[in-house]
């Protein structure tokens, strides 16, 4: 899946890292039968890599020490080597140390895709403490319920979240507060505009005057950080997780967890060591960017594109003018620049496909309808390479080989990632080949546990009689015979149809296909009759109309492809779905009528 590369060597000095790795994936045995007293079948990959045993902040060091005047980050017309990145991030780990941050202690971070972001977390990481990576977009509740859970030392924010921060501090009076201004990046007319929403914030109650702002206590701190040595099985992160359930659970991933997917990533797309550019517009307070935009560039010297907000002219703008070998997105990202590309009257620029096509462009955090993937083909001549990955994984196990990838598959399983696919109401029995069954994960990036949460920490992590952790994922999948992953739908997803399980993803891949049809979403609901009924939710195209005469034509494509209790009985028509910052969907927010503003528009039960 993986060919083998020439004189390929880690970033870091240890020159057997690599070589291991580039063997062909061995094709999972389906043959053998399980007998009683054998382990169960295990798919993946089964070589062994010799895997970093550093920090990330020590991480950062042997890349500056490498190749310091490599370019390390780009931020609209300012560029840093990772000579000057370090010496950043020293004087910024000893001006936190001096206010009282040190080794475990918890720093929440609420930045978004920024240099500060970058230079931030890797201070905290050179003090051995831990980032609580919690993102501008959350909400008043969630933030005030990760303070109480995780207790932060220090709170460091865009200050533009000042008023949220104001209504956190009435639970917590002795937060203490560093503030990230991004208005000297901006353009003159932009900088207008920053400084307005800042004097509104202020106004708001906000920062007048509390805390400090970044660069202040750069400007007054030693060049040397205090020496601190965490150890590799340490926390390096809480990175809050929930967004599709509702219910916020913490994933603790150590320096060795997110250096392990690091290496796994960076053989799957095969970043040479001091030579890649990789755009990061996805944002860093979620695992998938983190992993992929900032922490995997970092361990291959490679050049972090940062894109603080997502405008889609824009990031094609800065595609063009950077261009960058490797292109992390999500689903959520990559429709709109299709449309983006596909309004262009005399099509694309040239130079634009040229880079397109060039780089390796990779898609996760959702799943990519074949749709999408198909429109990006025809507009830039090369496929996206889908992954998989979740939170407690730090965050990918599987992906596509970059020259070869399959419509819909997740792909192959990531170096010493090992899978198995079991029966959901019993994950002791391992499911036959072919058929579809939970995917339990195991392998050097999956998580410690969640953060002070025993109870949720053992329904997603069971350990083996040979002392191996398994990570249930809750995704039902399938395998193909050349070991390709597909995920069928989510656990907790089933519906329940009078004893008959129905996929809510395979009812949604049908109606997709409407053409009036933008977007789709399949859940049950409680029946008394069958226990949970099937309910279509659609989102439909602009200019759509005839409610009734379409719920006719959904139903009966929907009984031309699927059995008869797979047919939603009732059809709803919104505005939107309900989806996070990546484009995931959150079903929870639909299994009950009457949402809000995600009530139905139109409904039409089946007679």
Known sequence: MIRRAKNNQAAHGNKRWLAPAMRKFRRPNRDSAVHENAEPRIDGPHDTLSYPTTTLGQMLEQSAGRFGDTAAMVYGKTCWTYSQ?????????????????????????????????????????????????????????????????????????????????????????????????????????????????????????????????????????????????????????????????????????????????????????????????????????????LSTCMVTPIFNAATILPVTRFHGDQLLEVILEHRPTIIPLAPAIIEPICTVMESIKDGPDPALVDVLRSAVVTSGAAPLTADASRRFESLVGVQIVQGYGLTEASPATHTNPINGPRENSIGVPLADTRVRTVDPGDPTRDMPAGEPGEMLVSGPQVMTGYFKDRQETDNVLTVDAAGRRWLHTGDIVKVDQDGFYYVVDRRKDMINCGGLKVYPRKVEVVIDKHPQVQDVAVVGRPDAAKTEKVVAIIVLREGAEGHDQLIDELRAQCREHLAHYEVPKTFEFVAKLPRTALGKLQKYKLRKSGNGDQAPMAGKDQG
Not at 116 to 127: H, P, R, S
Not at 135 to 148: E, F, H, K, Q, W
Not at 166 to 177: F, Q, S, V
Not at 183 to 199: E, H, I, S, T
């Open 85 to 289: 990145m370090l010496g950043q991030v020293n004087r910024l780990a000893a001006g936190l140390a001096g206010l009282g941050v040190g080794k475990a202690d918890r720093v929440l971070m609420m930045l978004p895709n920024c240099p500060e972001f970058v230079t931030t977390f890797m201070a905290i990481q050179k003090l051995g403490a831990v980032v609580v990576n919690a993102g501008p977009l959350m909400g008043s509740d969630d933030v005030t319920a990760l303070c109480r859970m995780t207790e932060p030392r220090l709170v460091i924010a865009l200050d533009l979240q000042a008023p949220l921060l104001a209504k956190i501090e009435r639970n917590h009076g002795d937060l203490k507060c560093l503030w990230v201004c991004l208005k000297d990046y901006q353009k003159r007319f932009k900088r207008l505009g920053y400084r307005a929403k800042l004097w509104q914030a202020r106004q708001g109650n906000g920062n007048n005057g509390h805390g400090q702002q970044i660069a202040d206590l750069l400007a007054q701190s030693p060049s040397r950080p205090p020496t601190v040595t965490p150890d590799p099985n340490d926390t390096a992160v809480l990175q809050p997780t929930g967004g599709t359930t509702g219910t916020l659970k913490i994933a603790q991933l150590t320096h060795r967890n997110l250096l392990a997917n690091a290496m796994q990533l960076s053989l799957a797309v095969q970043l040479k060591p001091g030579q890649g550019r990789v755009l990061a517009i996805l944002p860093m307070f979620h695992v998938y960017g």
